[in-house]
């Protein structure tokens, strides 16, 4: 496990609220796409964590994609950073990883920055060995990260891109992920990623419709 500091190398906005961080780590690290870093950040004397899933980490880069929520001790902090700055953090953590099972199809189902966990199992590419969707719940378009790279990814034909927003009006699906999930699920397993309404409102959903706990896997982004 690495524990010590990361160096801010890249800061990019993506959305008005979001950034992708590149950090350089003090010594090359693997980790399992899903996996997590818990940073410490210090407010009055306290060390507070917060935890971010790898987007990607190749050496000793580290890559983030983070929300900005209002008034957010970790959020201020991030939306503060100067390249250079210095940030204490752990892992990677979590047992929120692809793991195959006998079941042909994968359900990938995010909200927001959600979607960072499914973003690195992705590229990583084993998961694709399956029939993969992945319902994907944003506010409005410019909140659809990555999307050009999903939508080539749906060109081929085990990958499909269900983007729902529900604060703008377009012409793809609309409204929450709760709205879409699928109508057969069986010999499928749901991986879930978000805030912890929407994955519990969701599992409860799955469960209803005879889903397995087996077969459903989450990350709670509380
Ligand atoms: C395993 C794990 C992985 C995570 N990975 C990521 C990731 O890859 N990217 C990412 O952006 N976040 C991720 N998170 C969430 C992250 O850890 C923080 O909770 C988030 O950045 C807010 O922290 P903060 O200190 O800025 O806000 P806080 O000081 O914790 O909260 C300030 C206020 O904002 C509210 N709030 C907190 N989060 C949200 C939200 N998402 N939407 C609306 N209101 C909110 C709080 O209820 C509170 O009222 C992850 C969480 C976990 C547990």
Redesign the pocket.
Known sequence: MYIGNARLTTKEWISPR?LILELELESEQTFIPGQ?FTFF?QREGKK?P????I?GMEGKKLT?????????????V?EAAKLGDEFSLRGP??R?VYQEDENPNVFLIAT???I??FHAMLEQGEILKKNVTLLFGSRNQEEIYFREQYEELAKKDNFTFLPTLTREEWDGLQGRVQKHLPEWAIFTTFYICG?KEMVLEVVDLLKKKGVADKHIHI????
């Open positions: 979001t997590f950040f507070i917060r935890s971010y899933s987007l983030l994609c983070i929300k900005l929520v209002e008034q957010g001790v970790a959020s201020e991030f953590f979590g929120f927001d920055t959600g960072v966990p805030r990350e709670r982004y509380d």
